[in-house]
């Protein structure tokens, strides 16, 4: 591996701990386009890859941090977590069916739905503060 790979490597995932940190975000929303986009890899791969990124280090020091400020609900997390390892199942099955262009239009398509409900949600707060 190139060193300049490695460097690369380093500021996706800096750049997408610093935003799941911040706001919350899966990493998969920063990682897995820097993968396809910045070094190439399929949509396959890069989904893959952040998932196993995203096995055991899923924000362990963030999740200290909203403990300690009393922002965590354990029992909704534990329900969630455990759903979650059934979905992510059925999904990368589902996934891996499909072609490489029907899954990255869905990716596109949720991360477009999701990005318009953010800003406009966001934006409305604003205003309503004023």
């Given amino acids: 591996m190139e060193t ?3 460097y690369i490597l380093i500021v996706i995932g800096i750049l997408a701990g ?10 998969g929303v920063v990682i897995v386009p820097a993968l396809v986009y910045v070094l190439g890899m399929s949509q396959h791969e890069a ?5 196993f990124i ?3 280090p899923i924000g362990v020091l963030a999740v200290m941090n909203y403990y300690k400020s009393g922002n965590l609900n354990w029992k909704f997390g534990l329900i969630v977590a455990a759903a ?4 992510g199942y059925v999904g990368s099955k589902l996934a891996l069916k499909l072609s490489e262009g029907v899954v ?6 949720v991360m477009a ?14 205003n309503n503060e004023s």
């Avoid at 979650?84 to 979905?87: D, E, K, L, N, Y």
């Fill in 47 to 51: 989904q893959g890859t952040s998932l």
């Fill in 84 to 87: 979650f390892v059934i979905g």
């Fill in 113 to 126: 739905y999701v990005s318009y409900r953010m800003i406009t949600s966001g934006y409305n707060l604003i």
């Fill in 104 to 109: 990255k239009l869905i990716f596109g398509i």
């Fill in 4 to 6: 300049q790979t490695i």
């Fill in 18 to 27: 610093i935003l799941s940190g911040f706001v919350g975000v899966g990493g």
């Fill in 54 to 56: 995203l096995l055991l």
